[in-house]
């Protein structure tokens, strides 16, 4: 698995167990296709000046349970616009979690995480030793492999791209035997 | 060790001897399904042709697609998804299933749930396949995966294991008992893995009510939920199913992540406040909150014992002026099983809007509520804006909750009408 390291800062900690994304945007909102105006809406009830601190490559940090609800896909998709590169939280809800990773976006499962960090601390992600490092702090915790078919979809930048790969690698395998059989 | 219920239907649908929960799998469905729904099915049908070149799908027999939402349609671009559709399935001869109700019920219905199969969906409320023995996931946007490949990825799930005891006491329903498990185990005690629901009080309960539960399984986390099919249960989906399995159950001593046993004797009705489905209370502590809506329908509710008990207690009495009540049978087939039953008319004459089946209740397509209004309603959802403003709220419950406060115009106690 040649997932690259996540390196970034904490640009938010949503500490509320449950935690309904689609309140990132406003539930108002959740239509707007548009990802500039989403962009521009992301955060306002949390950090009005959410926009111009973030930089790309910060990650964002979630409680127990994070993405619960009936989560819709604008919010991460105007985060990922603001430069978002993932999202470390103690744990997910199984819908928000599928949904991220067929966008291609790292979602990583880290019990403990909530205690691990403050905001604004420099985190780097290593997907291979499954563990993250606290820059800031010099600490490090391990977090919870991801299933192999989300990892593989993660670095493939999600479902469509990670299913042709399949499908290639299926037709090699296929052509492969043909020629052995011949 | 013996093996799940779950293990034992993965391990056949990936051609495997025996697999063990924590496995990455591939899996084959038995059965594939979806409803037709903007940037589900029609990205699906565009991307199977234009990213993989599929133009026919090579067996049919394992799809099933669904006309429910959108049913009936309101504007032009939603009668071309519809086309799209139909046109899909005419093409690929795929099994299209129209406005014979909401999709998971009538999957029951025509026999997707066959005891023993694996059968996949987008939405997670398919889980009330579970009900008869079938393993039945919601992958999301994932399930593409299962429309241009024989097989889809997975992580064989653990179980949480669930056994009801005890009897619900007059006024108390299944819809109750699901969110009572919310409640005592919490929204992510059963995350990513299936909820296996047993015990002597699942056993007494009706095949609808463990539809009820099975169907809103992922409101505590789990992927899906499932049941060891009885002799009941069997009775109704064998007959049915489309496919010619063996049905399995759990071993006596297959391995759970947990096993809960929860006594439902002393259960009273719930209500789910807003705006989460994490958040169950105790009816009593809501009555009297005015209310301007009533919804009775969706996947999780609106059959015949939901509809008996509305009938009940709104027979001779009438819907409060100024509240809407809205009695949406689950499917077509329920509704004239209602209609024979007499329960229609009991219903009309209370002052009930009834209507032909469809999705568009339960998500405020139609019926929209406006700012600062508040239904009381067994959808299955309660989160903001879920059935119009995303200052209106919705208060889950059971039918029986949704009669009583349809008479009285707040949110009622059903058990003195009872």
């Given at each position: 698995m040649a997932l690259t390291p996540l390196r970034g800062r904490?640009?938010?900690?949503?500490?509320?167990?449950?935690?309904?994304?689609?309140?990132?945007?406003?539930v108002k909102n959740i239509?707007?296709?548009d990802v500039e105006e989403l962009a521009k809406l992301a955060m306002q009830p949390y950090d009005p000046d959410f926009a111009a601190k973030v930089k790309p490559g910060d990650l964002l940090v979630g409680a127990g349970n994070?993405?619960?609800?009936?989560?819709?896909?604008p919010p991460m998709k105007a985060m990922r616009h603001l430069g978002i590169a993932g999202v470390i939280a103690e744990s997910f809800s199984p819908g928000y979690w599928r949904g991220e990773i067929s966008m291609g976006f790292p979602q990583v499962s880290c019990p403990g995480i909530l205690g691990f960090v403050q905001r604004w601390d420099e985190l780097e992600v290593d997907w291979t030793t499954h563990t993250i490092r606290n820059v800031t702090q010099g600490t490090t915790i391990a977090f919870e492999p991801p299933p192999q078919s989300d990892a593989e979809m993660i670095e493939a930048g999600g479902l469509v791209p990670y299913l042709k790969r399949q499908a290639a690698e299926q037709r090699e395998r296929k052509g492969s035997e043909h020629v052995q059989g011949a | 060790m013996g093996y799940t219920i779950t293990e034992k239907i993965l391990a056949r649908a990936a051609g495997l001897p025996a697999v063990r929960a924590g496995q990455d799998i591939k899996a084959k469905p038995d059965f594939v399904l979806a409803y037709d729904f903007p940037g589900y099915t029609d990205v699906y049908f565009k991307t199977m042709k234009e990213?993989?070149?599929?133009?026919?799908?090579?067996?049919?027999?394992r799809f099933g697609i669904f006309i429910?939402?959108?049913?009936?349609?309101?504007?032009a671009k939603e009668e071309e998804l519809h086309i799209n559709t139909r046109t899909w399935c005419a093409e690929n001869n795929v099994p299209l299933f129209e406005r014979r109700g909401i999709g998971h019920q009538v999957a029951c219905e025509v026999g997707?749930?066959?005891?023993?199969a694996f059968a996949v969906h987008f939405?997670?409320?398919?889980?009330?396949?579970?009900?008869?023995g079938t393993l039945a996931i919601g992958l999301r946007r994932n399930v593409l995966e299962a429309f241009v490949s024989d097989t889809v990825s997975l992580r064989v799930p653990h179980t949480v294991r669930v056994n009801l005891h005890g009897s619900l006491r007059p006024g108390v329903m299944a819809r109750d008992v699901f969110h009572h498990l919310v409640r005592v185990l919490?929204?992510?005690?059963?995350r990513f893995q299936v909820l296996e629901i047993g015990g002597p009080a699942a056993a007494a309960m009706s095949t609808e009510g463990l539809q009820t539960i099975t169907g809103l399984a992922?409101?505590?986390?789990?992927?899906t939920a499932i049941v060891n099919p009885d002799p009941v249960r069997l009775d109704y989906a064998l007959p049915r199913a489309r496919k010619r399995l063996d049905p399995v159950s759990s071993d006596p001593d297959a391995e759970y992540s947990a096993v809960h046993e929860v006594d439902l004797s002393a259960l009273e009705p719930i209500v789910v406040v807003p705006?989460?489905?994490a958040d169950t209370r105790d009816l009593t502590d809501f009555l009297?909150?005015?209310?301007q809506a009533g919804y009775l329908g969706s996947c999780a509710s609106g059959r015949l014992e939901d509809m008996r008990v509305a009938a009940r207690i709104l027979g001779g009495r009438q819907v409060k002026g100024g509240v809407s009540l809205h009695i949406i049978p689950t499917s077509q087939e329920l509704m004239a099983a209602a209609a024979r039953e007499g329960l229609i008319s009991t219903l009309v004459e209370a002052g009930a809007f009834v209507s032909s089946p469809s999705c568009d209740y339960c998500f405020g397509r139609i019926a929209t509520m406006t700012a600062n209004q508040r239904a009381v309603s067994t959808g299955t959802l309660n989160v903001r804006?879920?059935?119009?403003?995303?200052d209106s709220e919705i208060y889950l419950c059971n039918a029986a909750v949704v009669a009583a406060s349809a008479i009285e115009g707040r949110i009622a106690d059903p058990r003195p009408y009872l």
């Open positions: 904490v640009a938010y900690i949503f500490d509320e167990v449950n935690f309904d994304v689609d309140q990132i945007v406003g239509k707007i296709t994070f993405g619960y609800g009936h989560p819709h896909y | 990213d993989f070149g599929i133009e026919r799908v090579a067996e049919p027999e429910d939402h959108m049913v009936p349609t309101a504007t997707y749930a066959t005891p023993g939405d997670g409320h398919v889980s009330q396949l579970g009900t008869f919490g929204p992510s005690s059963c992922m409101f505590t986390g789990a992927l705006p989460t489905p009297g909150l005015d209310i804006g879920r059935m119009g403003s995303p």
